[in-house]
């Protein structure tokens, strides 16, 4: 699974993550900046193969409206460094996985 990284994430964190999910981009590398509409974040992401990564509740509505793909992975209540949100993805990697393969459109992580 390829990820777009949504700009309310940190470009480090796709350092932390690339290894495992290789392929996996920022917006901000493909063109895509703060300004950029989430519908357009949106169509890049089904356009090109991606799962978006992202901790804003915005694209929630999106994935209920349109439904997959592009698949949604929600970073809840991301107001923790960095270094935690790769931790999280890491410890998620399987389920991660797991989500590629299914028919849900929205997985949410949480912090323990």
Not at 13 to 22: G, I, T
Not at 29 to 39: A, E, F, I, K, N
Not at 90 to 105: C, G, L
Request: charge should be neutral; include cysteine; glycine fraction near 4%.
């Amino acid at each position: 699974m390829k990820l777009l990284l949504d700009e309310n994430l940190s470009r480090q964190l796709l350092e932390a993550v690339h290894s495992l999910f290789p392929g996996s981009v920022h917006v901000t590398q493909v063109g895509l900046s703060s300004s950029t509409p989430d519908r357009k974040i949106w169509d890049y992401a089904l356009q090109n193969g991606f799962a978006i990564l992202t901790a804003d509740t915005d694209f929630i509505t999106l994935a209920n409206t349109l439904g997959a793909p592009p698949k949604i992975i929600l970073l809840e209540n991301c107001d923790y460094p960095t270094k935690i949100a790769a931790q999280l993805i890491r410890a998620n990697t399987v389920r991660i996985a797991e989500f590629e393969r299914s028919r849900d459109s929205l997985l949410i992580l949480r912090k323990p």
